[in-house]
């Protein structure tokens, strides 16, 4: 199992890696919408937050030497489930078919109290 850390994701909070690759999976952690630059959460809307988390991973994804389109499955986390319709639109800016599986559940609270969190499966080299 090998570590992957990048500067244009959010760094770990806590004891846990931002990903990790094993064998030919990679696995990140839940990835929210802090914009990297400067540990701020990016804007206080669904939509904004959404963009944010997934640009993060997109990155995230590109430094461990995969991409986006190789996402195979994730979970993504959000405060509202009225945000529902509004996050699936800014999902569908980054995912193209074919789409990764995907669970979606609602949560009581997330981390730094932000309105969504993703975290992702990958097929790697």
């Known amino acids: 199992m090998k570590e992957i850390q990048t500067d244009r994701a959010p760094k770990a909070i806590g004891p846990y890696s931002q990903a990790v690759l094993s ?3 990679l696995y990140t952690s839940g990835i929210i919408p802090v914009i990297p630059e400067t ?3 990016s804007g206080d809307d669904a939509v904004t937050q959404a963009r944010q988390a997934f640009t993060n991973l997109k990155a995230l994804l590109e430094d461990a030497g995969t991409g986006i389109d ?3 499955k994730t979970t993504v986390f959000i ?3 009225n945000d529902f319709a509004r996050i ?3 999902y569908a800016e980054f995912f193209t078919k074919p789409y990764p599986a ?3 559940v609602e949560v009581a609270r997330l981390p730094k109290d932000v309105l969504i969190e993703i975290e992702a ?3 790697a080299d």
Do not use: L
């Open 102 to 104: 995907r669970s979606c």
């Open 121 to 123: 499966i990958a097929e």
């Open 23 to 25: 064998k030919d999976k």
């Open 39 to 41: 540990g701020e959460i």
């Open 79 to 81: 405060k509202d489930m």
């Open 70 to 72: 190789r996402v195979i």
């Open 88 to 90: 699936n639109e800014v």
